[in-house]
């Protein structure tokens, strides 16, 4: 098997007032394979998923399943390196990120019961290149609500499979 990933964001402005201000900061690194600072083994990802007003799913980042040419793949993850987040939908529907009923995966957020909104047609990055965010028994469901209206979305989550310092 082999790996590789890429944590990318950008963000570009031509700004005149008087004086013009045109630059941007772009941000660009490589996740190579392994388990270690820097490395990634495996992704999972889903597009365009649809929850309605009010409701609410919980990923269990150490066991999530995805169907490829019709076989299931199963990916457990111990750290999580990357995690990107597209909320897709036009309208008033915002995505709340995190406050799980147990076994909260809130890492990058602070505390458990901490959340994110991640606003219509907007995404959220979330990036830990090096040691990764762990992912265990009492830290893996990541909660994911629609508020105001429904939301349509797509995940991407890179992380690590084996222990860091054994060989992936």
């Known amino acids: 098997m082999s790996f590789k990933g890429e944590?990318?964001?950008s963000a570009g402005w031509n700004w005149n007032e008087g004086a013009i201000d045109n630059d941007r900061l772009d941000y660009a690194e490589q996740l190579l394979d392994g388990n270690g600072d820097n490395q990634a083994e495996a992704?999972?990802?889903e597009a365009s998923e649809t929850l309605l007003q009010g409701t609410s799913t919980t990923l269990d980042?150490?066991?999530l399943t995805r169907t490829v040419l019709g076989d299931a793949h199963a990916v457990t993850l111990l750290t999580v390196k990357a995690l990107l987040i597209v909320n897709e939908s036009t309208g008033a529907g915002e995505l709340i990120v995190g406050d799980a009923a147990s076994d909260v995966w809130s890492a990058p957020?602070?505390?458990?019961?901490?959340?994110?909104?991640v606003p219509p047609d907007s995404p959220l990055l979330l990036a830990n290149r090096n040691?990764?965010?762990a992912v265990d028994s009492s830290n893996r469901n990541l909660k994911l609500?629609?508020?105001g209206d429904d939301v349509t979305y797509s995940i991407a989550v890179l992380g690590t499979i084996t222990a860091a310092g054994s060989g992936s």
């Open 7 to 9: 944590v990318k964001a």
């Open 145 to 147: 609500t629609a508020s």
């Open 61 to 63: 980042l150490s066991n």
């Open 109 to 117: 957020l602070g505390s458990a019961t901490d959340q994110l909104i």
């Open 43 to 45: 992704a999972w990802h």
């Open 131 to 133: 040691g990764g965010w």
